[in-house]
């Protein structure tokens, strides 16, 4: 099992609707979680860290679920702005950490 | 502030040329990363530091080779440039990873291509 795994979509959905992924993880000793978003063309950046059951920033709520080893985020009353890649990311040993490939997100108008 | 800098922006290299990349962060990190990034791959970490003087071997490091000879500096070289090595680069730093605290800064990246 990868260390992080996403499905990379994309995943189209109309403005103002909510849209939902999953991040897998295969280590269960994990103890923080993170989702970074990535603009085409751009560099990724910090989006929201999660280290309980969940976090929520706005519209933004990211979910843990350590039984079955995954995370998720949900993105509310999605603008076109939100349209970007969602990297999650769970650190990987070795003073690093794993990045999944991302979910892209197209947020149609 | 300007962050984590990387120099430069875009290049073109013919197979077995050589260049290095510069990375520079203005935040004390002791921490630094090389990755890089191809269209279906994510990123993939070449190779890090966790403070001046020392380098370790991430998971893609063959055909690269990296010094940290001030803290604020990671130099990253190819020194026989092959067209597989296209790709975009990202520099990154962090504070020391820990539990509470992971945020990693990345740079605005390289665009190289290799003929």
């Known amino acids: 099992r990868k260390e992080v795994e996403q499905d990379p979509g994309p995943f189209n959905v109309p403005e103002g609707a909510t849209v939902a992924f999953n991040c897998t993880y295969s280590?269960?000793?994990?103890?923080?979680f993170f989702w970074y978003r990535q603009d085409c063309r751009k560099e990724p950046k910090l989006l929201m860290s999660?280290?309980?059951s969940g976090n929520e920033d706005g519209r933004f709520t990211a979910q843990l679920n350590r039984a079955s080893q995954y995370i998720s985020l949900l993105i509310r009353d999605s603008k076109l702005s939100d349209s970007a890649t969602y990297l999650c990311?769970?650190?990987?040993?070795?003073?690093?950490?794993?990045f999944g490939k991302g979910n892209q997100v197209v947020v149609i108008p | 502030n300007a962050g984590v800098t990387q120099t430069p922006k875009f290049r073109v290299l013919k197979t077995g040329q050589s260049m290095t990349l510069l990375c520079a962060q203005d935040?004390?990190?002791?921490?630094m990363y090389w990755y890089r990034q191809d269209p279906g791959m994510g990123l993939r970490l070449i190779h890090y530091?966790?403070?001046?003087?020392?380098?370790a071997k991430g998971e893609v490091p063959d055909g690269y080779n990296v010094s940290r000879l001030k803290k604020q500096n990671f130099l990253l070289g190819l020194e026989s440039a092959a067209p597989s090595q296209t790709s975009v680069y990202f520099c990154?730093?962090?504070?020391?990873?820990?539990?509470?605290?992971?945020?990693?800064?990345f740079g605005p990246g390289t665009r190289l291509t290799v003929l």
């Open positions: 990154a730093s962090s504070y020391p990873l820990r539990v509470s605290y992971n945020e990693q800064f």
């Open positions: 280590n269960s000793a994990s103890q923080s």
């Open positions: 999660v280290y309980s």
């Open positions: 990311v769970v650190p990987g040993g070795n003073n690093r950490l794993a």
């Open positions: 935040m004390n990190h002791e921490y």
């Open positions: 530091s966790v403070g001046e003087g020392t380098t």
